[in-house]
């Protein structure tokens, strides 16, 4: 009964390397998104998907790549992941584009060394 | 440029006591919306409260919206130890689709 989950949880890798952390929404919503939440526990949004259209992009690194195959599903990608790219990071989803309640996953813990 | 800084940023209150989290925010907003983040865990969405709206509760939650002074205040009332977690304000900017989130605050409730 997850409402949106997120694999993996944890994800350590070497500088240099691609990773990819999958989302993926039970709730029936058209929205999904990408936060980044860093060690001083500062959120910041990344990206959001509406029905697979891309909606929000902010200042992202171009290494950052999301993909959203169907509404229920956004994944992130990762190229050339550097120290700096270590982080939380939470996928959400919400029942529409307007900027109504967001429901969260558990977040994936990314360690570059 | 960062939207929503709570106050204060730390707060350790003993169980039964009440708890209070300020907000500010800078450019308007359509919601103000506060949620819960366990260690270790995902946030969780507490309350909403509309740019039409004063005060709105929930439970033992009692929000507070002044547009005039952009600013939020979060009340727990009777506090329990599994209050103990980070809460976060976060704003609905009109016209956007996005949520600005503050800082955080870190609320600790001693037993």
């Known amino acids: 009964d997850t409402a949106v989950s997120q694999t993996p949880k944890y994800l350590v890798t070497q500088m240099g390397n691609d990773k990819s952390i999958k989302c993926e929404q039970n709730?029936?919503?058209?929205?999904m998104y990408w936060y980044k939440q860093d060690s001083k526990k500062f959120l910041k949004i990344m990206f959001s998907?509406?029905?697979?259209?891309?909606?929000i992009n902010e200042t992202v690194p171009n290494r950052f790549s999301p993909k959203s195959p169907d509404k229920a599903h956004l994944n992130l990608h990762i190229n050339s992941l550097e120290l700096g790219d270590s982080a939380v990071y939470f996928c959400?989803?919400?029942?529409?584009?307007?900027?109504?309640?967001?429901?969260f996953g558990p977040g994936t813990r990314l360690t570059v060394t | 440029s960062q939207q929503g800084e709570e106050d204060p940023q730390a707060l350790s209150i003993q169980e039964g006591e009440n708890a209070t989290m300020n907000c500010s925010y800078k450019?308007?907003?359509?919601?103000l919306q506060w949620y819960r983040q366990n260690s270790g865990r995902g946030l969780v969405h507490l309350i909403l409260?509309?740019?039409?709206?004063r005060e709105k509760h929930s439970g033992r939650l009692r929000v507070t919206l002044d547009t005039s002074k952009k600013s939020s205040s979060l009340l727990i009332t009777a506090s329990r130890a599994a209050d103990t977690a980070s809460y976060f304000c976060?704003?609905?900017?009109?016209?956007?689709?996005?949520?600005?989130f503050g800082k955080g605050m870190k609320l600790t409730v001693n037993p």
């Open positions: 959400a989803s919400s029942r529409d584009r307007v900027a109504y309640e967001q429901y």
């Open positions: 709730l029936g919503h058209d929205t």
């Open positions: 998907y509406n029905n697979k259209e891309l909606i």
């Open positions: 450019t308007s907003i359509n919601n």
């Open positions: 409260i509309r740019s039409n709206e």
């Open positions: 976060a704003s609905g900017q009109g016209g956007s689709e996005k949520l600005v």
